[in-house]
């Protein structure tokens, strides 16, 4: 039968989707920016709302809003510390499925501000819209454009990747600020290389290749982005006028389209510039009224845009997706069929007709009524002249006519008939090698297979001229195999470097089919070529191979590169040298400041660097014999920086060498003479070669004889360094001299060190005096110092003290030649008098002989007396008590042999102390409790805090403890972590309280400290999995930090106004030790002098039952509100198993038709067991495991073998037939923990 002409689409469900920068984030509840913004988006009435410059300062007024206005979804992405404090996000009032950041790969930091992906299933539509919002660099210098540029393809990427994993979804949308007007002149057209000026932070990929294209930005930039996206125009209501930020007449915010959207046969989208100032009441259709002319801009700089769009319906036919079979000549095929069920969605009784357009397919029902939302299932089968079918690919599609309503919908159907020529492997051939080989692999075998009766012929071909293919062609008897190579012939080992490729056609001459297989040939440089030095043995390993590249390199021309790793791996690059030689290299590294790039001599680690460290020079002396020497780069288990890479370059070796290597120091009186004013340096060659040399002095002082020479194979020469005249006219004092020698071959050098010492005739020691006592008395003990006359005269001197709380006896005299005298240097008991700290004087000593002045260094330390210490310092408990501890021992010591007074205070109704005063006798303590009395029961629920001060009227010190009281509030509250156990620690503790938070209800900040003072929280998490948290700290920039440690290593701290920020970290398996600390150095105090940190998350890579957390996500599964993800583990897949057990089998959990089951096949006699059930590679790698069993009930079972996982029927066959009857089993083993 035939259906009639009009043939009508799926309805359409419309969707207003809009764009919005709204300028510094929301601004406060009830703030004129606030209602600005909020009256805007009323106006407009988008289903969906996609922000850029959201502020986590105002994440609570914005989720305020979104209540407000009826949106009952939100997201906000995550921020790039380079993103200053801009996020974007999302309004929806239909659910977010998913939400998703778009990075830089790993090594890369390109990225300015993330993009966010969200995928939003809209009610009743055949298949989610899924949106991008991306906010670009701004800026129009060079660099700018060119970050732009980079961006645009992260962005495409992600798109490209998203729409590979989910095909079907073609209804996408990508927004966004993208600071550049498609109507300007824009230059240049493309980048050949990365301009200056980019911040330090910024590392490029390793995947960018130049030229980088620019204009037309961003129109250009996003038509490959997936299946294509197109510019929607959007203007001024009922004008011409794209312009979104008004300010500068600018169209800088745009919406593309993907091409199933802007091509919709259910309707053409429709855009509008919502701007106040037009608002006539024209134009799209809009909620409410106009609204006053200068709303937006009291909103906003920038213009929203909406656009209207038409998504395609629910089907009434499902699945929607190809009906795919595939299979050999004459069958069987898999699968045999496919079941769609047919549904009702209209209102009244429908008839309805289901027709093949193809003789190869049959349907069970050809006619069926339906009554409103009723539905039945209808079979369409490949039937026996799909048998007939030649080899090659077959397209069907399948009709289902609703006749009452005159609506079509069609389903493609694909049977895909191999040939009868079969070929192994899948896979072609991929060489590398250096130039002139020996290339690896060299060569690659393919079996050809004939799997029919009759006889077959076949060719091989290829294109290039250095491949060899034998045989190039040949005949084969039914089920005949032959193996034909492809093999690297000579003329490749003539082929310079580079990249070459040619391709394998293999062709079936009876059937016409080809089939193809690539062959790759890398030729690139040995690694000794990278580093300048092939005369000597190179090797590489560990987790990844170091490697020969021309991107970063300090010659300008090639270095080598280390091998890419990932947490807790290392990469090493290796060479042996025999010395004496000074060993040269270039080196440089892009990676965390935890993550070293080590040398090692002979296995021990001569130094290191790490961070983002330019290329620096190093220099080793080698002694003589044979050295292995090695470059080690290591990650730990935080997470990479920068490109995560470091380079090795330019290793020279010098074989000129200088002996003796240690520093000359000569010393003696002024004039002279001087000890040591010779010395001699052993020059030699101890490399294969003649080497010319110079030696020149830096200080005038010394004389090199000679001065150059040439230095044959082996030699050796004598080079003698003089004090010379000039060294006698030298004041006291130390002087620093030195020689360079000079290898003019290889344009190396190296130092030795010269310090001559002019000593005068008056000897002083020692150099200097410290003196320790306590604030009140009494003096620390005199000590002494010796003056010595070592000239060859009489000596006069005197003892000037700079201030005089410290005297000298004697203060002056006349020392004859050889006379030593000791002088007493006694504290005053002035000092008695003196507040706790340290101080220091000036003793000059004056030689009025020679009129030559000394300084000696006399230091006193005082400390405090009194001592205190606390068993406790926070308390908790229930509103209206019990509170623990319910009371607070400190214990005053006093250290000094005087007697103290002292005085006890506290500054809180609800904490009584049961001493207030006295005093404390020499060196003994004594105990003050502090009960927390009734009035704490009255206490409303919150966080209290009351200071203890102990005072001492003698010294004016003050020693200050602070307690903290939680009435029914839990600290780990504060953190959002209470499924965490917390320690507290430090001078203070941390502290719940409310007033500065990231997430609008509460956070944990610092306790307060002082000078040389800390605060730290600490707790444990079980890896592997992924640490977040945010952070703030107000504090003295650059000396006073807010800490994050990791297992004992500290693994970044911020410093100064650093406003909300999050951090995330990934980490390995096992126990990790986690802290925050808030640390002052030993003086001056800026800010709040607090550190703040919230929303602690911790997410496990795997459940209880070993599921990766990143499964659930690839299938859109999270766990529903008071759920986690080891609740999911146990929740029914679509195909009624638990989801751990889908996971198990390598199955979809969303696809009810992807079960396990296995089929049962029954052999003829003498035949091999055959076991065949359905599986799939949705989980782990690990092979199925096949075992038997004579004893069903009781056992054993034994591992007969195991079968790779493949996605639908999976086969196993035994090589015998069993001797007896046997049982077997199929298990699904999980991959091995990371």
């Not at 045999?336 to 429908?350: A, H, I, L, P, R």
């Not at 690539?518 to 990844?544: F, H, K, M, N, Q």
């Not at 030689?847 to 310092?873: D, G, K």
């Not at 989801?1139 to 035949?1167: C, H, K, M």
């Amino acid at each position: 039968m035939g259906f009639g002409p009009v043939i009508q689409p799926a309805a359409a469900r419309e969707v207003r989707v809009a764009t919005y920068n709204i300028l510094n984030g929301t601004g406060q509840v009830g703030s004129d920016a606030y209602n600005a913004t909020r009256a805007v988006l009323g106006r407009m009435d988008a289903d969906i709302v996609c922000f850029q410059e959201l502020y986590a300062t105002t994440y609570a007024a914005w989720t305020n809003m979104a209540a407000e206005l009826g949106y009952p979804y939100t997201a906000m992405g995550g921020n790039n510390s380079t993103a200053d404090s801009y996020y974007l996000g999302y309004f929806s009032r239909f659910p977010i499925l998913a939400t998703n950041a778009v990075t830089s790969p790993p090594g890369a930091n390109e990225l300015t501000r993330l993009p966010f992906r969200a995928v939003v299933d809209v009610p009743d539509t055949q298949r989610p819209l899924v949106l991008w919002t991306m906010h670009h660099k701004a800026s129009s210098g060079s660099i700018d454009k060119f970050r732009r540029a980079i961006e645009a393809y992260r962005i495409g990427q992600d798109i490209h990747a998203y729409l590979a994993d989910h095909p079907d979804h073609v209804e996408y949308v990508l927004t966004g600020d993208m600071n550049e007007d498609i109507r300007d002149y824009q230059a240049p057209a493309q980048f050949t290389s990365q301009p200056s000026g980019a911040p330090g932070y910024y590392v490029l990929g390793s995947d960018i290749t130049f030229p980088v294209p620019y204009a037309t930005f961003p129109t250009d930039r996003y038509a490959d982005a997936g299946a294509g996206l197109l510019h929607m125009p959007a203007f001024w209501e009922d004008s011409a006028t794209p312009v979104t930020r008004p300010e500068s007449g600018r169209q800088l915010d745009y919406v593309f389209l993907s091409p199933a959207l802007m091509a919709s046969p259910l309707g053409s989208p429709q855009a509008e510039v919502y701007y106040s100032e037009t608002d006539l009441g024209g134009g799209l259709p809009k909620a409410g009224a106009p609204l006053p002319a200068g709303t937006c801009a009291a909103s906003s700089d920038h213009l929203p845009i909406f656009v209207d769009l038409h998504m395609a319906d629910f089907s009434a036919v499902l699945p929607s997706a190809t009906f795919a079979a595939t299979g050999e000549v004459g069958g069987p095929f898999e699968p045999e069929y496919q079941t769609y069920t047919v549904t009702e969605t209209n209102g009244v009784d429908s008839l309805w007709f289901v027709e093949a357009d193809v003789d190869w397919l049959g349907v069970d029902i050809h006619e069926f009524n339906l009554s409103p939302h009723a539905a039945i299932e209808v079979d369409v089968f490949l039937n026996a002249s799909a048998a007939a079918l030649p080899p090659g690919i077959h397209a069907g599609a399948v009709l289902f006519w609703n006749e009452t309503f005159e609506q079509m919908e069609t389903r493609q159907v694909v049977l895909t008939i191999r040939d009868t020529l079969a070929i192994g492997p899948a896979d072609g051939l991929a060489a590398v090698g250096n130039p002139g080989g020996p290339f690896s692999p060299a060569e690659k075998i393919f079996v050809i297979s004939n799997k029919q009766a009759a006889v077959m012929a076949f060719t091989a071909t290829g294109t290039e001229s250095w491949l060899t293919l034998s045989p190039a062609n040949g005949q084969l008897q039914g089920g005949e195999a032959v193996e034909v190579t492809v093999a690297l012939n000579a003329n490749a080992a003539a082929l310079p470097v580079g990249q070459y490729s040619d391709t394998v056609v293999i062709s079936n001459q009876t059937t016409g089919l080809i089939h193809q297989r690539p062959v790759t040939l890398s030729i690139i440089r040995p690694l000794c070529d990278a580093v300048d030095r092939c005369d000597l043995p190179w090797t590489t390993g560990g987790d990844a191979d170091w490697f020969h590249q021309t991107n970063t390199s300090a010659d300008g021309v090639d270095a080598a590169q280390s091998g890419a790793i990932g947490p807790s791996q290392h990469t090493w690059l290796e060479t042996t040298v025999t010395g004496p030689v000074n060993v040269h290299f270039h080196w440089k590294t892009s990676c965390r400041s935890s993550h070293y790039l080590r040398w090692h001599v002979d296995g021990s680690p001569v130094t290191s660097i790490s961070g983002q460290t330019e290329w620096t020079n190093r220099m080793q002396e080698l002694a003589a014999g044979p050295h292995t020497l090695r470059w080690v780069f290591t990650n730990t288990t935080t997470a990479p920086e920068g490109s995560n890479a470091v380079w090795v370059d330019q290793v020279v070796l010098d074989y000129l060498t200088a002996t003796p290597s240690a520093t000359w120091y000569p010393s003696g009186l002024p004039g002279g003479p001087f000890s040591a004013a010779t010395r001699e340096y052993v020059l030699t060659n101890a490399g294969p070669e003649a080497i010319t040399w110079s030696a020149a002095p830096n200080a005038d002082w010394l004389t090199i004889l000679p001065g150059d020479g040439v230095l044959e194979s082996g030699a050796s020469t004598t080079v003698l360094v003089m004090l010379n005249e000039e060294a006698d006219v030298l004041p006291v004092g130390s002087h620093s001299g030195g020689i360079t020698f000079s290898n003019q071959t290889t344009g190396t050098t190296f130092q030795r060190q010269v310090w001559l010492n002019i000593q005068d005739y008056l000897v002083i020691s020692p150099s200097y005096l410290w003196f320790e006592g306590f604030a009140g008395g009494p003096p620390p003990p005199a000590q002494y110092l010796t003056v010595s006359n070592s000239g060859p005269d009489s000596a006069e001197w005197s003892i000037t003290p700079s201030t005089n709380w410290a005297t000298a006896t004697p203060a002056d005299g006349l020392l004859a030649p050889g006379e030593t005298v000791a002088v007493e240097v006694a504290i005053s008991s002035a000092t008695n008098m003196l507040r706790p700290g340290w101080l220091y004087l000036e003793l000059a000593f004056s030689n009025i002989t020679t009129e030559i002045l000394q300084y000696r260094i006399v230091y006193l330390s005082l400390a405090e007396p009194l001592a205190a210490s606390a068993s406790a310092s926070a308390i908790s408990g229930p509103v209206g008590g019990p509170f623990s501890p319910g009371a607070i021992t400190f214990t005053l010591t006093n250290q000094s042999p005087v007697a103290q007074t002292w005085s006890a205070a506290d500054n809180a109704n609800w904490l009584a102390l049961d001493h207030t005063g006295g005093t404390l006798a020499g060196h003994s303590a004594t105990a003050i409790t502090a009960t927390i009395n009734a009035n704490a029961s009255s206490l409303p629920m919150g966080s209290y805090s009351a200071g203890v001060v102990f005072s001492n009227p003698a010294t004016g010190s003050r020693i200050e403890h602070l307690l903290t009281l939680s009435a029914g509030i839990v600290f780990c509250e504060a953190l959002e972590a209470c499924d965490r156990e917390w320690t507290l620690g430090g001078t203070a503790p941390w502290q719940y309280q409310t007033n500065v938070t990231h997430d609008g209800a509460d956070a944990a900040v610092s306790g307060p400290v002082g000078n040389s003072q800390e605060s730290w929280m600490q707790t444990v998490a079980p890896g592997p999995g992924t640490l977040s948290f945010w952070w703030k700290v107000s504090s003295e920039s650059n000396w006073d930090f807010l800490e994050f440690w990791i297992d004992q290593v500290r693994t970044n701290r911020i410093s100064g106004d650093v406003d909300w920020h999050v951090q995330s970290y990934e980490l390995g398996p096992g126990e990790h030790s986690l802290a925050w600390r808030y640390v002052k150095d030993g003086s001056v105090s800026n800010g709040t002098d607090r550190g703040w940190v919230d929303f602690v998350t911790w997410s496990p890579a795997r459940t209880a039952m070993g599921v990766p957390i990143a499964w659930y996500q690839r299938f859109g599964l999270a766990p529903a509100q008071n759920q986690t993800w080891d609740d999911l583990d146990w929740l029914p897949a679509a195909s009624t198993v638990p989801n751990w057990f889908q996971y198990r089998a390598g199955l979809d959990p969303t696809d009810p038709e992807d079960s396990f089951r296995v089929r049962a096949i029954q052999q003829p006699a003498g035949e091999p067991v055959r076991l065949e059930w359905w599986g799939g590679t949705n989980g782990p790698a690990t092979p199925y495991l096949i075992q038997s069993t004579l004893d069903l009930q009781h056992g054993p079972w034994e591992p007969i073998g195991t079968s790779p996982r493949v996605p639908g029927w999976n086969i196993w066959t035994n090589d015998a037939p069993p001797e007896a009857m046997r049982y077997f089993r199929i298990l699904a083993p999980t991959d091995p923990a990371p």
